[in-house]
């Protein structure tokens, strides 16, 4: 009898997988291999650059121009006590009324006339026996500030306000009706100035100023001259004497320019 039971045949094994290599992993795996041939940057160096550095001279320059002032600017003040806020407060008030109506008929016009402050504060006085301060009135003070168009008149004014009732003068500051003017001769003469000493270098080095890179300046704002005045008076003397001597505006400028190894003329620096 035949035997039925099935023989057992060997089966054959599978064929290993072969990965494939596509072509976009081949250029990732190039650029990969690029990146760690190429030099790594030191932290804040700056890439290599094939343009040359331009050789370069800077100088500063000073300039410094004086002029007359023709203006004058200063204040009046009314200082008033009372036993009370009310009646310090309306003897201040007629006081300073008198004042600007003198000001006013010396020639002075209403738009150069502005009040600069108005206080009423209590007038304090130590008290040795409470040792405590207890109030023994109040003081009012009122002051205008006054510009005067025509310098000579200044001492003049002052000599009116005190007639008319002011107690107190000071903050007189001198300036000129030509700033802006003056102030741009300030800057041209620092131009010319930075520009002579840039030249004198150019040629110390061998070579010759080039053409103008860069040029700054600083504040050249001519600030009023103070004549550190203030007085307190109860009446008017002789006439006030006034000296407002000179003001001065000084510029200052940074400037650079190109340097060329080339002996050359001088440039005319103004």
Not at 199 to 213: E, K
């Amino acid at each position: 009898m035949r035997d039925s039971s099935s023989i057992a045949r060997p089966r054959s094994s599978p064929r290993a997988a072969i990965p494939s290599v596509s072509a976009r992993s081949i250029l990732m795996a190039a650029a990969f291999g690029a990146a760690l041939l190429m030099p790594a940057l030191l932290p804040g160096q700056a890439p290599m650059s094939s343009t040359p550095v331009q050789p370069a001279i800077s100088a500063m320059g000073h300039g410094s121009v004086s002029v007359a002032p023709d203006r004058a600017q200063l204040v009046f003040a009314v200082e008033t006590r009372g036993a009370t806020a009310s009646v310090a407060s309306r003897e201040n008030a007629t006081l300073q009324q008198r004042v600007i109506a003198a000001l006013r008929a010396a020639g002075i016009a209403e738009r150069d006339i502005t009040t600069a402050g108005y206080s009423v504060n209590p007038d304090y006085q130590f008290n040795p026996q409470t040792q405590e301060p207890r109030i023994v009135g109040y003081v009012a003070r009122n002051a205008v500030q006054v510009l005067v168009r025509d310098i000579a008149k200044v001492g003049t004014l002052i000599d009116t306000a005190i007639e008319a009732g002011a107690n107190s003068v000071g903050s007189l500051d001198f300036m000129s009706s030509r700033a802006e003017e003056v102030r741009r001769e300030a800057l041209q003469l620092a131009v010319q100035r930075a520009c002579e000493d840039a030249q004198v270098m150019a040629r110390a080095a061998g070579g010759s100023l080039g053409q103008l890179i860069e040029l700054s300046a600083s504040n050249t704002r001519m600030p009023p001259r103070p004549s550190g005045a203030m007085m307190r008076m109860d009446a008017a003397e002789a006439s006030t004497p006034i000296q407002q001597g000179e003001l001065a505006v000084e510029a200052m400028v940074s400037a650079r320019w190109a340097f060329s190894p080339t002996p050359a003329p001088a440039r005319e620096c103004r």
